[in-house]
């Protein structure tokens, strides 16, 4: 398969974010998929952007970052409006946009999400966009 992906990673939680990326990467290699474009942005809520900026460039993108719960209600507002953007832009372009951003309510459960096992998020999104791209 000769596609262009690119994977979008917000790097506010640095150790998270490499797990995922390492995750999403693996499968992408596994796949034959030996090049792949990488941009760094500074949290999930500048993924759509970036996306809308690059969405003719690629075939699919892979989105991957962390949102941990705080006493505000900025989770619920980023989440809910990050992963509705990632949608519209996919839906809108015809373009997969897999979906590897994990919302947490601590650390903990953000470092077991992107660990190099079966639960890691990063791999998760790289699959469904491979999966879509052979339909």
């Known amino acids: 398969m000769r596609k262009k992906i690119c994977i979008i990673a917000a ?3 640095p150790e998270i974010t490499k797990n995922l990326l390492k995750g999403a990467v693996f499968i992408l290699k596994n796949n034959g998929i030996k090049n792949h474009k990488e941009i760094l942005v500074p949290g999930v809520f500048e993924i759509p952007v970036i996306i809308s900026r690059k969405i003719n460039k690629f075939d699919a993108f892979i989105v991957i970052g962390c949102v941990i719960k705080g006493k ?7 989440c809910k409006s990050t992963t509705e953007s990632i949608m519209n832009l996919s839906v809108n372009n015809k373009k997969p946009i897999g979906n590897g951003i994990i919302s947490c309510f601590n650390k903990r459960q953000a470092t077991e999400r992107s660990g190099m096992n079966k639960k890691n998020k990063g791999k998760e999104a790289a699959k469904a966009i491979l999966s ?3 339909i």
Do not use: A, E, R, S
């Not at 505000?72 to 980023?78: A, E, P, Q, V």
């Open 11 to 13: 790097n506010y939680y």
């Open 72 to 78: 505000t209600n900025h989770f619920d507002l980023i």
């Open 132 to 134: 879509v791209l052979k």
